[in-house]
């Protein structure tokens, strides 16, 4: 149940990015209560994978700030979001290629590594390094426990990646490569989960399978931000929908009134595409 | 003080020399993103095309520039079509090697035909001089800077309002979006690569001419030379690249004028390490870009590494074990000693650029600071020579480290340079810090290998102790490779950007590579010190690292077994066929070659 | 997709092996074989040009020994292995020579660095390494196999000083140098005996040996005042210095080291090299024998080529190496022990050489002062300029 009130876990604040003329996120304000899902719409450009990166800190913004749960984060580096709790995916897929899908996903685990990865300063690394070749039990008992985890994350997959746990990723289909990235941010136990157009180039059946995951984390109680294009998966998913056109916020609401709201319609049309159009096709068919 | 002007005007000149290779440079990395090693054996290529057709068929000057333009023409052509065409899609780090095999398959052609002495190479010009200064130009110093600049402003104003212009800087851009905008990807890139080896020939002519002097070792110095103003400038950019020359030529002249001869390079090199760090883009380059779209698809080819069965690691362990004990000459265990040596390298540059994907060119430097660290202990200090070597490989591990830290910052073919210049630095550090190093005259008299007080004398002990020392880094290498730290390696080597997103730390990591192979290098270093008894700062060079990179190439980038098996091919193999011994390095650049192009994962496959 | 296994390693070094073995049998001692000489030396890489100088030294020196009926009637042979200068291969040429029981001697090699790596296993393998190129005072001192007809600049350089300082009158010298241990000793070891000539060096650069452009560094060397410039480079570098010292508007005397001494300066150097002076061991208008039989001869065989300094010291090491082995036979020891006994030796550089057991090397190097007029190397006339 998404909670209500001021105590948002993500609290982004006339967020702001530009790279030369061009003003890619402009003045963007949103606030994200634990457990909702929240979905960003927009034509192609509209900004918002320059969003998530501004968010997952791997980009800077010029302006704004971003907050989890009323604590600053703005400009804090990829590392440090993901060490509080940030997982992301990305917009065209990156799964580390000649690692295996076992291997993948628990990269996904690192920052939840102690045993091997002792916080202590200046000589962490060097101790991490010493407790990697020396494996004490401890170390070998997190790594088992670690990929146990892994396992079971693979298993929501059914049998489209357990089956291939010890395969390297670039030998995967683009679905399955997906999915791989999926069971990574699910590694990290994340907060907050940004999926970026998770659907993208997969096929109807593959889309629903993906939009039976998403539902099914949510309903787990995850706080998710999606990007998608896909406004079925879009109405049935979100508690609310963001859209976005050339770096602005234009509309904000439940999925219906955004839907019928003549600007989106006008920034979807205006740009040449009718997204919405070409989906509500494709959910037909 | 007039000394000031004579500086100044020597600045220029030199740089007016530089600019004429940088150019060339600039416009292949403005097309291909490819910084093109072998640019300078194009150079080569010219300077010797010009000297056949001045000195043997006595052609007039213009004449014999055309014929230079248009003979490295074809040879640019031809390494575009048959050396880089077939590696369009490959992978990233499959051009940047093949610019290497073809620099030494060019330059030894050359070596090959011409013989390596220094030969002369008149002007065909007026000798009339000009007072500047002191000093004087010659009509040869207009020549260079006319073309020089000639060609840079007809070439701006061919990529800026020509038809083929715009399709070659579109290309640059975006060369899928290019391609589905009907550019002819292809015709672009020859087009590029004809005009930058004209230049590229022209310019070693000129610079024969000039110096009067041509030979064989003028490739690597042009295209260090080169690359560094080509960076400085900001790659990719041809005016910039100009700048970057004269900045070049200017901050050698002041260097010398105020530290002296010996430290001239260390100026050039230095330079281009602070423009890498602080502005990587280069000092000239044109109004803030937007980031690019971070590129997925991996920098290393995917592959699926050889499996080889645990038997059979255990059988050839002990048949290397063993192989003293058996009727075998000190000759094929001086041959396996070096093997050993060379492949604790080896490990050290597989971890470094194959695990963790950091391509470094300057790899000899952390052996140079392992040996010297280990010579001086063991010299100065009495320390027991096991002791020392053990030191030597701390010392490798956390100076080196600190050293080539800089370069984490940087990403594809930039690490490469960046290394490749603090390779350079570090080396010319140990020439001029004469009261710890010794400079010039070397450290010798270096105590021999020793253990626990007994010293290493009969060749079947040195080759267990060198043995033993590789099988045991070779082991923990494979520990680190199983561990969370291995498997932290090879996901920033895969995709760095995903790899932050799930808190990897690259300087942490990157710190942990260097640290560990600084390590097996250090080691490597020293022990190679105590069996050679005396080193000096050419011990340890720039082509050693080429060769370890081959070496780590050939075994397949990351693998541990790989990085044996190529040092024992890479080693032995010459020794067998010692009758070739003249087209070896030739030999090297066609292996490389064809790696590069029908199997870049290497033998073994890439982990 | 291959499958590259240790097995097949193993099976292919096994069979290096027995090759290896087979080519060592030792062809026994019959009367009518050649005696092998090993030689490890550049044949490519930086420094081929050096290597390919002295196989043409030698092989005028073998000429002349096989004409005059050989080492008791067997041929002299050596075998030139490639070791590109480099320490690693040097190295397992070492190897590879000790554990070749025809070889009875090792000429060579080239730098330094590549022969003083390999000297421990010489020394070590009981092979005489025997140096002619390289100059490092510390050669020697690897062990009693190690022996040397190089030059010692300890000698060398003070001839040079005394001609730029006494005979020249050059009082305030700037030194240019290349910085190798060649090139720093050499440096020392002039500038310790300019001092005591009466000079001053008011200014020494090092340079490294790919060096191309050395206007700064000479428009440094101005500003110390200097009247004499001393090279102390080889022969292409030197070429170099010497055309820009002169664009540059220098006009100080140029006193060079015998390095520079070879048909390849004046070519490389053109007009700026005329007037420059330079001491050497040896010169073609020296009238005693052994030069005037090696000059001819030299051009005889090579087509009217004019021989330079490394095929000098080339044809002189076959020549003290023959006469070793006349002395020593075949035996490695017994050779190694021939060396201080041979007396005398008819030499271009040394005239007569003789070694100094304590030090290993020969002393007393001949010395001619040149200067270049007309683009030829002649004798010094005693005046300052033509």
Known sequence: ?????????????????????????????????????????????????????????????????????????????????????????????????????????????????RAVKPATPLIGPLLELGLALWRPASVTAEEEQLREEVKGILARFGERLL??????????????????????????????????????????????????????????????????????????????????????????????????????????????????????????? | MSSWLDYTINGLILGNVYALVAVGLALIFGVSRLINFAQGSIYLVGAYIGWVAVVQLRTPLFVTIVVVALVSALVGLIIERFGLRPLQNSVRIAPLLATIGISFVLDQIVMLTFSPNPRALPSQLPDIRFQIGTGTIGPLDILIACIGITTA????????????????????????????????????????????????????????????????????????????????????????????????????????????????????????????????????????????????????????????????LGIAFV???????????????????????????????????????????????????????????????????????????????????????????????????????????????????????????????????????YELVSTASIYWFSFAVMVVLALLQMRLLGSHIGRSFRAIRDDDVAARAYGLSLNRYKALAFIFGGFAAGVSGGIAAHLYSYINHETFNTQQSILALTIVILGGLGNVAGAIVGSVALVGLPEIFRIAAEYRILIYGIVLLLLVRFRPQGLLGTI | ????????????????????????????????????????????????????????????ALDEIHAAGGINGRKLVYVFEDSQSDPRQSVAIAQKFVSDSKIVMELGDFSSTASMAASPIYQRGGLVQFGFTNSHPDFTKGGDFMWSTSVSQADEQPLLARYAVTHLGLKKLAILHLNTDWGRTSRDHFANAAKEYGAEVVISEGYIADERDFRSTLVRARDANPDGLILISYYSDGALIARQAR??????????????????FLELGGDAVEDIHLGTRYFPEDPRPEVQKFVSGFKAKYNGQEPDAFNVYAYDAMNVAAAVVRIGGTDRRAIRDAFPKIKDVPTVIFGPATFDVASRRVKGAMNAELVIRKGQFTLWDGKQKS
Not at chain 1, 242 to 265: C, Q, T
Not at chain 2, 282 to 302: C, D, N, R, W
């Open chain 3, 247 to 264: 664009q540059a508007g220098l006009k100080q005397t140029i006193c060079a080291a015998s390095s520079v001494y070879s048909p390849k």
């Open chain 2, 319 to 453: 048949a290397f074990a063993l192989l003293p004990l058996l009727p075998v000459s000190n000759y094929v265990l001086q041959t396996l000693i070096n093997a050993w040596i060379f492949a604790m390298l080896a490990l050290s540059l597989t971890l470094v650029a194959g695990t963790i994907g950091q391509v470094s060119l300057g790899h000899a430097a952390l052996l140079a600071i392992g040996a010297y660290t280990s010579a001086l202990l063991s010299l100065d200090f009495s320390v027991p020579v096991s002791m020392s070597i053990v030191c030597g490989g701390f010392m490798s591990a956390a100076l080196g480290t600190l050293l080539i830290s800089p370069s984490f910052r940087l990403r594809g073919h930039y690490v490469s340079i960046a290394t490749l210049a603090i390779g350079e630095i570090i080396s010319l550090v140990i020439l001029n810090w004469e009261t710890v190093t010794r400079g010039p005259i070397g450290v010798s008299g270096i105590p021999p290998l020793s253990l626990f007080g």
């Open chain 1, 163 to 285: 089956p291939r746990i010890d395969q390297p990723a670039y030998s995967l289909s683009y679905a399955n490569r997906r999915r791989v990235e999926i069971a990574r941010a699910l590694a990290l136990k994340p907060r907050l989960l940004l999926l970026d157009e998770p659907t993208a180039g997969m096929n109807p059946t593959e889309t629903t399978e993906m939009q039976g995951l998403v539902a099914e984390l949510k309903a787990e109680g995850m706080t998710i931000l999606l990007i998608e294009h896909k406004l079925d998966m879009v109405m049935r998913l979100s508690d609310r929908v963001i859209v976005m056109d050339e770096g602005k916020k234009i509309a904000e609401g439940a999925g219906e009134e955004v839907r019928n709201d003549a600007k989106v319609i006008e920034a979807y049309l205006g740009h040449g595409l009718s997204q919405s159009a070409a989906d509500a096709q494709e959910t037909a068919a």
């Open chain 3, 1 to 60: 997709m291959r499958n590259i296994s240790r097995r097949s390693l193993v099976k292919g070094s096994l069979a290096a092996v027995v090759t290896g073995a087979a080519m060592s049998r030792t062809a026994l001692a019959q009367s009518s074989d050649p005696i092998t000489l090993g030689v490890s030396g550049p044949l490519t890489g930086p420094n081929a040009q050096y290597g390919a100088q002295w196989k043409q030294g030698f092989d005028l």
């Open chain 2, 153 to 312: 402003l007809l070439l701006f104003v061919f990529l800026r309002y020509s038809k083929l212009g715009w399709a070659v800087r579109a290309t640059a851009q975006d060369r899928d979006a290019a391609m589905q905008m009907g550019v002819d990807v292809n015709r672009v890139n020859q087009t590029v690569f004809g005009i930058a080896a004209a230049l590229g020939g022209l310019s070693g002519m000129l610079v024969g001419m000039y110096y009067n002097q041509i030979d064989t070792a003028m490739s690597l110095h042009a295209t260090l030379k080169g690359v560094v103003a080509e960076v400085v400038g900001g790659a990719g950019n041809v005016p910039g690249a100009v700048a970057g020359s004269l900045l070049l030529g200017l901050v050698e002249s002041y260097g010398v004028a105020i530290f002296g001869t010996s430290y001239r390079n260390m100026f050039a090199f230095i330079l281009l390490i602070l423009v890498l760090v602080f502005r990587p883009n280069g000092l000239f380059a044109s109004a803030k870009q937007a980031p690019p779209e971070p590129l997925t698809g991996t920098f290393i080819a995917p592959s699926r590494p050889v499996h080889i069965p645990r038997w059979a």
């Open chain 1, 1 to 113: 149940m998404a909670e209500q009130g001021n105590t948002s876990l993500l609290s982004l604040r006339g967020l702001t990015r530009r790279f030369g003329g061009l003003t890619a996120v402009d003045g963007i304000d949103l606030d994200l209560a634990k457990g909702d899902l929240v979905s960003i719409i927009g034509p192609n450009g509209a900004g918002k994978t320059t969003l998530f990166n501004l968010v997952t800190g791997l980009d800077r913004p010029d302006a704004g700030e971003v907050r989890l749960d009323g604590q600053a984060f703005t400009g804090y580096s990829p590392e440090k979001m993901a060490a509080n709790g940030i997982a992301r995916t990305f917009q065209l897929g990156r799964v580390f290629g000649n690692l295996s899908v076992m291997e993948n996903v628990l990269i996904g685990a690192h920052t939840r590594l």
